[in-house]
């Protein structure tokens, strides 16, 4: 955790500069989440990295805690949604664990492009679904790192080795959607935009 966090808050100052790969992509995840979204609704979305997604989320919900490890990553997210004139999003430094969080306390979970980044992944979508009230949505953005281009998987450990690329858990769709139906949840939505990427939108039973 700890190497992970001194990864993230070197990576910041440029994470913050970098352009979206999949503008395309990008904005039909965002629609396809409103559309569980209600004025009234109180979301947690961890591993928030620079606010970007928060800040467009935020008009569409009540209220958004968002999380992250990286202290960096939070001091640009907090300057941009003060520049945004946002006031429904809180941010706090930490992990789903570490956190001060209430049972069954958020409608909606989000966990965007993070999972794959986890050394914990069961562990932590246990926890998602005991954060979610009965009826709560866990919307999640993962890459699928065993199954993205063999070239890709030999050049990882490579960047890791000289700390251009950080921790990175493989697991393929099934494996995946095995670890959200064996934490109690169901299926409603399930969409890869490309074979080495997954976007689902799961439901814990009321």
Sequence with gaps: MKDSKAFWDKTAPRYAKSKIRDEKTYQKKLALTQEYFRPDWSVLEFGCGTGSTAIIHAPHVKHIIATDISDKMLDIASRKTRAAGIENISFHQGTLDSLDLAAESFDAILGLNVLHLLED???????????????????????????????WRWLIPVMQFVNLAPYVNRFTRQGFVSKLVDAGFNLELEWQPGKGSIFIVARKCA
């Design 121 to 151: 992944v069961d562990i932590t979508i246990t926890r998602v679904h005991e954060l979610l009230k009965p009826g709560g949505v866990f919307v999640s953005s993962t890459a699928l790192i065993d199954e993205i281009a063999l070239y």
